[in-house]
């Protein structure tokens, strides 16, 4: 994946290791924006293994305190654009950190709707139809089967 921006050797990593790296973002939403990065290319979460998943979350809460203790941000958001319809941009997995202050006019539209009841039950009932499987279910999926990973492979250019 010799064109993935995220699979180019950093030139200023926050952190590194070999298995994840900390970057500024190339598009920061706000000064101190940075990502945690696994430095193999896996597009979507689901690709990632749970190992790397845990170490990656541990990277980012400590990039996060980092953004407390040095840009004295007031609150952090850790963000994950999961799949093109989740506003995914780059096909590279990565956590992205924000610091935040007050009236710092970063919009992320998070605007809860009133559901009815019935819609209520009937995502609640579809949701339980299926439970949320147990790892080695996770596992066994084969990924070109995941709806996600479909929707990188139906994007344009
Ligand atoms: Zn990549």
């Avoid at 030139?11 to 994840?20: G, I, N, R, T």
């Avoid at 598009?27 to 945690?36: A, D, N, Q, S």
């Avoid at 990656?56 to 958001?77: D, M, P, R, V, Y």
Wanted: proline share 10%; glycine share 6%.
């Amino acid at each position: 994946m010799a064109e993935c921006p995220y699979c180019q050797p950093a030139e200023h990593p926050l952190f590194e290791d070999e298995e994840v790296k900390i970057v500024l973002s190339p598009e920061p939403i706000v000064p101190g924006h940075v990502l945690v990065l696994p430095k193999q290319h896996f597009t979507i979460l689901e690709q990632v293994p749970d190992k790397l998943i845990g170490k990656i979350f541990g990277l980012a809460n400590k990039a996060s305190n980092a953004l407390f203790e040095t840009l004295k941000a007031q609150g952090t958001n850790l963000f994950i654009r999961n799949g093109v319809a989740a506003g995914q941009s780059v096909a590279h997995f990565a956590v992205h950190v924000l610091p935040r202050k007050e009236n710092d006019g970063v919009n992320l539209q998070w605007q809860p709707r009133q559901l009815s009841e019935e819609e209520m039950a009937t995502v609640e009932l579809k949701l339980k139809e299926k439970p949320i499987p147990p790892q080695e279910q996770v596992k066994s999926q084969p990924i070109e089967e995941n709806y996600l990973w479909r929707s990188w492979n139906r994007r344009p250019g």
